[in-house]
């Protein structure tokens, strides 16, 4: 393989980015133009190649550390590569995602399936069931009186959702739903259908699975 500076200017890939336009570089020449430079002992080029072999082994569990494990791979790029990924993500998440199952849900939150708190999310969409936002609204420990429907619903009416779907982690690993879930969750219930909002679902989660109240009969 050619390093960046054996090539000539047509096919480097600033070059070729500019004449062809992003779609005609392959994978490395886009990381390639994302890092800039390369590191002492890696023409860029090379680097390049090594970050995208490790996309490709497990792209949805690239972390800063997995990619600073990567010789010549400083924290200021690895930065900007989990930026990139990031941004990417939410617009993606915006644009294409629509929800039809509880398994896609359960993937759109695998950000938060390790975390050792409680986190209450709410994902809001639109009439055709894609979304529009995902937030966290509370962490800790979860009981009616803190997860109030105040804040669970004033993004969604700002984001002029026509549904909404609520979700928590148990960092225990325990899956059932408590007394105090289902009280949350009917709670919720009243105040969606006052506001003319649809809950489709409250998903329980952790690292290991999940359950959907919608799909047990208790929403």
Same mark, same amino acid.
């Given at each position: 393989?050619?390093?960046?500076?054996?090539?000539?200017?047509?096919?480097?890939?600033?070059?070729?980015?500019?004449?062809?336009?992003?779609?005609?570089?392959?994978?490395?020449? @886009?990381?390639?133009?994302?890092?800039?430079? %390369?590191?002492? *002992?890696?023409?860029?080029?090379?680097?390049? !190649?090594?970050?995208?072999?490790?996309?490709?082994?497990?792209?949805?569990?690239?972390?800063? *550390?997995?990619?600073?494990?990567?010789?010549? /791979?400083?924290?200021?790029?690895?930065?900007?590569?989990?930026?990139?990924?990031?941004?990417?993500?939410?617009?993606?998440?915006?644009?294409?995602?629509? #929800?039809?199952?509880?398994? &896609?849900?359960?993937?759109?939150? !695998?950000?938060?399936?390790?975390? $050792?708190?409680?986190?209450?999310?709410? #994902?809001?969409? *639109? %009439?055709?069931?894609?979304?529009?936002?995902?937030? +966290? +609204?509370?962490? %800790?420990?979860?009981?009616?009186?803190?997860?109030?429907?105040?804040? +669970?619903?004033?993004?969604?009416?700002?984001?002029?959702?026509?549904?909404?779907?609520?979700?928590?982690?148990?960092?225990?690993?325990? /899956?059932?739903?408590?007394?105090?879930?289902?009280?949350?969750?009917?709670?919720?219930?009243?105040?969606?259908? @006052?506001?003319?909002?649809?809950? #489709?679902?409250? #998903?329980?989660?952790?690292?290991?699975?999940?359950?959907?109240? $919608?799909? &047990?009969?208790?929403?």
């Amino acid at each position: 393989m050619k390093k960046i500076n054996e090539l000539i200017a047509v096919d480097k890939p600033r070059e070729k980015l500019e004449s062809k336009g992003a779609s005609a570089l392959k994978d490395y020449e @886009l990381m390639a133009i994302l890092m800039g430079s %390369g590191s002492k *002992d890696k023409d860029v080029l090379q680097l390049s !190649r090594e970050i995208v072999k490790n996309f490709e082994n497990d792209f949805d569990n690239i972390t800063l *550390d997995s990619l600073l494990k990567i010789s010549g /791979l400083g924290k200021a790029k690895a930065s900007k590569i989990i930026s990139a990924i990031e941004l990417s993500r939410r617009y993606l998440i915006k644009q294409n995602t629509k #929800i039809t199952s509880p398994e &896609q849900i359960y993937a759109e939150l !695998r950000d938060f399936k390790n975390k $050792q708190q409680e986190y209450f999310i709410v #994902i809001t969409l *639109d %009439g055709a069931n894609h979304i529009i936002e995902k937030r +966290v +609204v509370f962490i %800790g420990t979860l009981n009616s009186s803190l997860v109030h429907p105040r804040e +669970v619903f004033a993004d969604a009416l700002t984001d002029r959702a026509a549904g909404i779907i609520i979700a928590h982690n148990h960092p225990s690993g325990n /899956l059932e739903a408590s007394k105090e879930d289902i009280n949350i969750t009917n709670r919720l219930k009243e105040g969606a259908k @006052l506001l003319g909002i649809d809950l #489709i679902d409250h #998903i329980i989660f952790s690292k290991d699975g999940f359950i959907s109240l $919608q799909e &047990q009969g208790k929403l």
